[in-house]
């Protein structure tokens, strides 16, 4: 087919060129992984307009984004040192990512249930005096979520500051129905939602979501995780759904590390209201070291660095016995899928345990061929036979834990803002291996099929995993 120059084909074909063009320019300044590079080149490829829409929509990380949401920069108090070799190599690490120093004397306390974590939540609720910020990416007025959304409006007309940030795709029906909260502001209460869909659908930043689960209290308790605030995680007894609640982690903290937890919910309330908090209060020294010696790590588009995604990547290269993985999400970037294969075939034990079945088929798709893969070379892969598993934990070598609300996924690496710890004492880490020991009894080997066009199609959903 020929075009002639006064053909107005002509003119947007030449202008669908130049907006490829213009769009792998952008790719390449971004220094994006081969994996994630290639699979956005062939979406260009076979859609070209819409494979520039869907880019500039979805595909922006960081690009001008710190323009308008600075950098958050970690500020170290009460530092102290790990007690072991890979806690101190992590440590370093992290801190040459700006990343804030570890911290001592956390007492941490895990909600072994969904009920005991429900029970928890309302008493720090009922208990707080002066302030309480909730950070989290779904807050739905179900059961569950009307009874801590009235606690709420209790304690803002008993003058408590409440705030309340929501990610607006996240939170999205309670977004289009803004006015059920109209009481919680009438009650001298605040809310804000996270990146508006048609505000950020303009500024190119639909994609960039806040995944953050901040559940603090007069900066003093702090309840972190990877629950959301719906009776889906959380609840009563007598409001459990009938098919159950999803198997997930909250933890109770007080300690240093609510000091960093307040910074980066100050920063994200600024970004979102442009309201700046009184800066948080520096925790005050003590002579005791009783406690878990932990590490904040925020990651996602408001971090300079990728310091999430490369403290990982060096803690699978200096494990030397076990690795072992929890996560509801298995689609780990190239350079993290390598150190996995590498580390089994250097003797290192490694378990996977995912959910048989989650709640996002797409996702099921694309992690079959990485499981096959890691499956072939010799690791442990294991399906969660109850409810969603929604938990993320990742051990090595029963010396260093991380926990939080970033999956194991190229999304939560590089995309989402997230916030996660690092644990380096013995005593929080014996305690989730008994977690997982309890977990892997409700788990069944994972069996790849031998159907030669299921593994043709496995392998044709990697090509598109990177942009999930």
């Not at 609640?245 to 903290?253: N, V």
Request: glycine content about 4%.
């Amino acid at each position: 087919m020929t075009f002639s120059i006064n053909q107005p084909l002509f003119w947007l074909y030449l202008f669908d060129i130049a907006m490829v063009i213009a769009t792998v320019i952008h790719m390449l300044y971004q220094r994006r992984s081969p994996q994630n590079l290639m699979a956005w080149l062939l979406t260009l490829l076979l859609l070209p307009i819409l494979g520039v829409i869907l880019y500039i929509v979805f595909g922006s990380r960081k690009f001008l984004y710190k323009r308008e949401k600075p950098p958050i920069a970690m500020r170290s108090v009460s530092v102290t040192k790990p007690d072991n070799e890979l806690a101190s190599q992590l440590d370093r690490l992290l801190q040459s990512n700006q990343i804030a120093g570890t911290t001592n004397g956390n007492q941490v306390r895990l909600c072994n249930s969904d009920v005991e974590a429900f029970d928890i939540l309302m008493d720090a609720l009922e208990n707080a005096e002066h302030s309480i910020h909730i950070q989290t990416y779904i807050f739905e007025l179900d059961s569950t979520g009307k009874t801590i959304l009235n606690a709420l409006i209790r304690k803002a007309q008993q003058g408590v500051q409440v705030r309340l940030l929501l990610d607006a795709i996240g939170s999205f029906s309670l977004y289009l129905n803004r006015k059920r909260l109209e009481p919680l502001i009438q009650a001298g209460g605040q809310y804000a939602f996270f990146q508006p869909p048609i505000h950020s659908f303009f500024k190119s930043r639909v994609n960039l979501r806040n995944h953050r689960k901040i559940y603090l209290f007069d900066q003093s308790t702090l309840l972190t995780g990877g629950m959301n605030l719906s009776n889906d995680y959380l609840g009563s007894r007598e409001t459990e759904p009938k098919n159950g609640r999803w198997i997930d982690l909250m933890f109770k903290i007080q300690g240093p590390t609510t000091f960093h937890y307040q910074y980066v919910f100050n920063e994200d309330w600024f970004y979102t209201t442009d309201e700046r908090l009184e800066d948080p209060k520096p925790p005050a020294n003590s002579a005791s070291e009783q406690g878990e010696i932990m590490q904040v790590v925020p990651s996602g588009p408001d971090i300079n660095s990728d310091a999430l995604f490369e403290t990982l990547l060096h803690s699978i290269y200096l494990a030397k016995h076990s690795i072992q993985i929890v996560t509801p999400y298995f689609i780990p970037d190239s350079a993290i899928m390598h150190a996995l294969l590498i580390a089994v075939k250097r003797g290192v034990k490694v378990t996977l345990i995912t959910p048989e079945t989650s709640d996002h088929l797409i996702f099921d798709l694309g992690r079959s061929s990485y499981m096959r893969e890691l499956s072939e070379v010799g690791g442990e892969l294991l399906y969660y036979q109850d409810n969603m598993l929604h938990a993320k934990l990742i051990m090595i070598d029963q010396q260093s834990m991380l926990i939080g609300s970033a999956n194991f996924d190229y999304r939560s690496l590089f995309i989402n803002h997230e916030v996660v710890n690092f644990i380096y004492s013995k005593p929080l880490i014996q305690t989730m291996s008994a977690w997982l020991e309890e977990l892997q009894n409700h788990s069944q080997p994972y069996q790849p099929s031998g159907n030669r066009i299921r593994k043709l199609f496995e392998n044709l959903t990697r090509i598109v995993a990177p942009i999930l």
